[in-house]
């Protein structure tokens, strides 16, 4: 009979420790204590002490007032050195610079995270009409082009996803049907498609990265529906999938 080996149960600070940080990652602006204690549910004279040594190491930083805290450097740098460190990020560098240069839009690179989509690497449009977009910034897969473009070659695209889904524009795709149609329309075309349903007035088009299987990284180029024309998504789309035709070499180099 098979010994089962049983769980071990988290140490409590370090887990503590990590959901201050994945909090004050997922805000926009910094958090008081009351805050924060309410959210995550730690009494207040134990988060301040995690945050006292967290700020002393450098992983928060505080506001002038001392009252409201936030992700410091120190944050910045290992996410710094997160990138530098990825295989993947460095080897489709070349291919973010090709099509930038033949498109002049945003190019992302993005990473599936649970239910969401995270970007990894961006290539600035040339034109002052242009998405929002941060490197480690994180959006629902559903209603993104990369998200789709990964979700549809997922093995269980359901179990990925947080349900319900939220809405972030009057065109995103929420109920679970329309989603799969999506999905099937999008592994029979080769790529996927975001048309505003992440951001008003913004079109994106995305592949999926062939270096591993199931694929956890897609490329997108996003585009201003003002400047999307009846040729647009057959070039694009062309030159995606000439993209990865061209990591698929350079990948079977080197393996």
Same mark, same amino acid.
């Given at each position: 009979?098979?010994?089962?080996?049983?769980?071990?149960?988290?140490?409590?600070?370090?887990?503590?420790?990590?959901?201050?940080?994945?909090?004050?990652?997922?805000?926009?602006?910094?958090?008081?204590?009351?805050?924060?204690?309410?959210?995550?549910?730690?009494?207040?004279?134990?988060?301040?002490?995690?945050?006292?040594?967290?700020?002393?190491?450098?992983?928060?930083?505080?506001?002038?007032?001392?009252?409201?805290?936030?992700?410091?450097?120190?944050?910045?740098?290992?996410?710094?050195?997160?990138?530098?460190?990825?295989?993947?990020?460095?080897?489709?560098?070349?291919?973010?610079?090709?099509?930038?240069?033949?498109?002049?839009?945003?190019?992302?690179? #993005?990473?599936?995270?649970?239910?969401?989509?995270?970007?990894?690497?961006?290539?600035?449009?040339?034109?002052?009409?242009?998405?929002?977009?941060?490197? #480690?910034?994180?959006?629902?897969?559903?209603?993104?082009?990369?998200?789709?473009?990964?979700?549809?070659?997922?093995?269980?695209?359901?179990?990925?996803?947080?349900?319900?889904?939220?809405?972030?524009?009057?065109?995103?795709?929420?109920?679970?049907?329309?989603?799969?149609?999506?999905?099937?329309?999008?592994?029979?075309?080769?790529?996927?498609?975001?048309?505003?349903?992440?951001?008003?007035?913004?079109?994106?088009?995305?592949?999926?990265?062939?270096?591993?299987?199931?694929?956890?990284?897609?490329?997108?180029?996003?585009?201003?529906?003002?400047?999307? #024309?009846?040729?647009?998504?057959?070039?694009?789309?062309?030159?995606?999938?000439?993209?990865?035709?061209?990591?698929?070499?350079?990948?079977?180099?080197?393996?």
């Amino acid at each position: 009979m098979e010994r089962m080996t049983p769980v071990q149960p988290p140490v409590k600070s370090a887990d503590r420790t990590l959901e201050v940080l994945e909090a004050l990652a997922a805000s926009p602006g910094r958090r008081s204590l009351v805050d924060l204690s309410r959210a995550l549910d730690i009494p207040k004279s134990s988060l301040h002490g995690i945050l006292r040594t967290m700020a002393r190491r450098g992983w928060v930083e505080t506001d002038p007032t001392g009252t409201r805290f936030g992700l410091g450097v120190r944050a910045l740098a290992v996410g710094a050195a997160y990138l530098e460190a990825d295989d993947a990020v460095g080897l489709v560098s070349g291919v973010l610079d090709d099509l930038s240069r033949q498109f002049g839009e945003a190019v992302h690179l #993005g990473r599936l995270d649970g239910p969401d989509v995270v970007y990894l690497a961006k290539r600035e449009s040339v034109h002052r009409l242009r998405l929002y977009s941060a490197i #480690g910034r994180k959006l629902p897969a559903h209603a993104t082009a990369l998200g789709k473009a990964l979700l549809a070659r997922s093995p269980d695209p359901d179990a990925q996803l947080r349900w319900p889904l939220p809405r972030l524009t009057s065109h995103t795709i929420t109920e679970r049907e329309a989603l799969h149609a999506e999905l099937d329309l999008t592994r029979q075309r080769g790529y996927a498609v975001d048309r505003e349903e992440n951001t008003d007035g913004i079109v994106c088009f995305a592949v999926a990265v062939p270096l591993i299987h199931p694929p956890s990284d897609a490329i997108s180029i996003s585009v201003p529906a003002a400047r999307i #024309g009846p040729e647009s998504e057959g070039r694009i789309s062309g030159a995606l999938a000439r993209a990865m035709d061209q990591l698929r070499a350079a990948r079977s180099m080197f393996s």
